[in-house]
């Protein structure tokens, strides 16, 4: 009788504390580690390693971020690789799988993992998009075949570990990605946030410091530049998997292959050559943003000049606030109920009518497709020339480190 009472006992307690007998703030810990971990593999294996090859990985964080995906997620690389493409070439199309510009932000907060699930039994997005990713013998036999069985895995190891509280860890777990990728990166990821470039979706960055999901905070830089394995590009952001990234770089697990370009300047050009226009395009999205800048402080300069006047509360003063927020944005870009207040700003300023203009001019340099190289030249030396000659002296400005630009 004695036995049984001590077998019960165990039994219980084991239930209760599991192998660790951990505390409650020790087990909140460990969550937001595992969690932080199936991240990590993600944003650097899934993400920027199989989806964009911005990235070489070794076979030793290869292999334990597959595994380790397996045992968290039951996500196959193939699949998610696939998935994230399309989004990619069609973002933001009906054909796109989780936007919410056509979608509704609504539906891809609640249902991102549903709509993820739903476009994962597409065979031919699979087969168009999947290419290149893993295709060895434990990747047909075990991961791909078998994925449910990693995330049951996981929760016994939870189980064993913590006990009744391992269940709590594990639905954690299981919620992390559905919760962060499906649903904050996919859905407040081009719904809400500030943009560093006018990239040709709605994407947005999040915050600037990527922390809480490994980088992938910073998506407008992501989707202006999706090649690159790292995703901050300005002296306050910060990317987390880019540190990791690097020290694994660091002990040879790691070879980065490509990150964002960074506009370098020189002396300045006697004129513009090709050499200039080979710079501007490269790092055209980082031009177009210094531009911008130059028309929202224009807009507040007007601003400031029809406040000192009382006359800032008029009509031109409501739709220069107005413009002073989407001025520098591509007209398509802009609500259309709003499209007809910022015209009328910047055709009531001649300064913010010039500056608009020379915007349109400047960014036709690389969307026209009919032109040859020597005509780009020349155009590009023709803007530099109005630019310097309109009187403006940010445009001035603006074409001068413009004929600096170097090509790397």
Not at 230 to 253: N, Q, T
Not at 359 to 370: D, V
Request: hydrophobic share 45%.
């Amino acid at each position: 009788m004695e036995a049984i009472q001590t077998f019960v006992n165990v039994f219980v307690d084991f239930f209760a504390n599991g192998l660790l007998h951990a505390t409650w703030w020790q087990m909140v810990v460990v969550t937001l580690v595992l969690t932080h971990i199936t991240i990590a593999a993600v944003t650097i294996f899934l993400h920027r390693c199989q989806a964009h090859r911005a990235l070489d990985l070794g076979p030793i964080p290869s292999h334990f971020f597959r595994f380790w995906l397996w045992l968290t997620t039951g996500m196959v690389t193939k699949e998610w690789a696939a998935i994230h493409r399309k989004h990619h070439a069609k973002c933001e199309t009906v054909d796109d799988p989780h936007s919410p510009v056509t979608r509704g932000i609504k539906a891809v907060l609640l249902t991102g993992a549903e709509m993820y699930r739903a476009e994962s039994k597409n065979k031919e997005t699979i087969s168009k998009f999947g290419h290149g990713t893993p295709d060895d013998w434990i990747e047909r036999n075990l991961y791909s075949r078998f994925q449910w069985q990693g995330v049951a895995l996981m929760m016994i190891i939870d189980l064993m570990l913590f006990g009744a509280a391992g269940a709590t860890i594990w639905a954690v777990q299981m919620l992390w990605i559905p919760i962060t990728a499906a649903g904050i990166i996919n859905g407040i990821g081009h719904y809400w946030g500030y943009r560093n470039f006018e990239a040709v979706d709605a994407s947005r960055n999040i915050m600037p410091w990527g922390i809480i999901i490994g980088g992938e905070e910073l998506h407008n830089n992501h989707h202006t530049y999706p090649t690159s394995a790292k995703l901050s590009v300005k002296p306050f952001e910060f990317d987390i998997a880019w540190g990791y990234i690097r020290a694994m770089e660091m002990i040879g697990w790691a070879k980065v292959r490509k990150v964002a370009p960074q506009l370098k300047t020189g002396d300045v050009r006697a004129v513009a050559d090709s050499e200039t226009l080979e710079a501007i395009i490269a790092n055209r999205y980082e031009v177009m943003a210094k531009y911008a800048r130059e028309l929202r402080r224009a807009c507040a300069a007007e601003l400031a000049a029809l406040k000192n006047k009382g006359a800032d509360n008029t009509p031109h003063g409501i739709n220069l606030r107005v413009a002073r927020r989407w001025l520098h944005r591509d007209v398509e870009k802009i609500p259309g109920h709003l499209q007809a207040q910022v015209a009328d700003a910047a055709a009531t300023s001649e300064k913010l009518g010039k500056l608009v203009a020379m915007r349109e001019e400047l960014r036709a340099l690389w969307t026209r497709t009919n032109v040859s190289a020597e005509q780009a030249v020349a155009d590009l030396q023709a803007w530099c020339k109005q630019a310097e000659e309109s009187g403006i002296e940010a445009l001035r400005e603006f074409s001068l480190k413009l004929r600096a630009a170097k090509a790397v």
